[in-house]
């Protein structure tokens, strides 16, 4: 069993930044992707950046790339996710997980994770 808790979600005026942190109870578990995720009301959940445990590569969705760094302490068991330039269309709950996509293509999809947080929510103002 993976437990993750999310923290640092807030509100912020467009053009902020803010840090995301996710502290997983079983960090040991290497075999593990990490990956962050993002819902906006009325909309799909949305696969936004990704470790991928095999080969530790990192994966963003087109829409946050040069913006967000995902990055990861094992020292502290704890993902994060670093949102810089943010825009309004950056405003939902963001949610950490843990799961095991079989190909690093897979990694933002939702499908892949078995283990997800409770949420913490990002509002950016215009």
């Known amino acids: 069993q993976v437990q993750l808790v999310e923290s640092g979600g807030g509100s912020v005026q467009a053009g902020g930044s803010l840090r995301l942190s996710c502290v997983v109870s079983?960090?040991?578990?290497?075999?593990?992707?990490m990956s962050w995720f993002r819902r906006a009301p009325g909309t799909l959940r949305e696969g936004v950046a990704a470790i991928y445990a095999t080969d530790s590569s990192k994966h963003y969705a087109d829409s946050v790339k040069d913006r967000f760094t995902i990055s990861q302490d094992n020292a502290k068991n704890t993902l994060y996710l670093q949102m810089n330039s943010l825009k309004p269309e950056d405003a939902a709950m963001y949610y950490c997980?843990?799961?095991?996509?079989?190909?690093?293509?897979?990694?933002?999809?939702?499908?892949?994770?078995?283990?997800w947080g409770q949420g913490t929510q990002v509002t950016v103002s215009s």
């Open positions: 997980a843990a799961g095991q996509p079989q190909w690093a293509d897979r990694v933002l999809f939702p499908l892949n994770y078995n283990y």
């Open positions: 079983r960090y040991g578990a290497s075999t593990y992707s």
